[in-house]
């Protein structure tokens, strides 16, 4: 998901206007917050469930894990773009720029095509990101013979950073 939402960024810096490159920086920016959210939340997974990756092997984990579970959901809603969160401006601004582009000029119809295939890239990323989200919160818990013996909570050496990660900036204060 990485790659794409740097194709988005690039997309917004090849517009070629001032809007275009505020644009593409800002979602650079939240980009690194949302994913490091995600990120984090993956990260307590894997260490829940013994080290394993395969997502596949893991369901319904909303009730063993709550924090990971709401950090990871609001992580997701960030990546797809969602009002009120970061993503959503971002991806807004860079297709607000596109659309500029595409209002008149010379090139209006490629950037009208380019903001077309803007659109369809957000929407498969919010596919991606909630396949993900279901796949491991939600349905019936299956838990990997590896973890059986202790499915850990997250813990609060896992829940604390993911916690502070999407807290409103004003509301937390540097320890």
Known sequence: STISQLGTMF???GVGTA???????FHL???AFFKGLLFLGAGSVMHAMAGVIDIRR????RRRMPVTCVTFLIGSLALAGVVPLAGFWSKDAILAALHER???G???AFYQGLYWLALATAAMTAFYAFRAFFIVFLGP???????EEHPEKT?????VPLVLQFAPKGMVRPL
């Open 102 to 104: 595409a209002s008149g």
């Open 106 to 108: 010379q090139a209006a």
């Open 58 to 61: 893991l369901g319904g984990l």
């Open 141 to 147: 818990e299956k838990i990997p013979p590896e973890a």
């Open 155 to 159: 813990s609060p050496w896992m829940a």
């Open 11 to 13: 997309l917004a810096m």
């Open 29 to 31: 920016v939240t980009h």
């Open 19 to 25: 809007s275009g490159t505020v644009a593409g920086m």
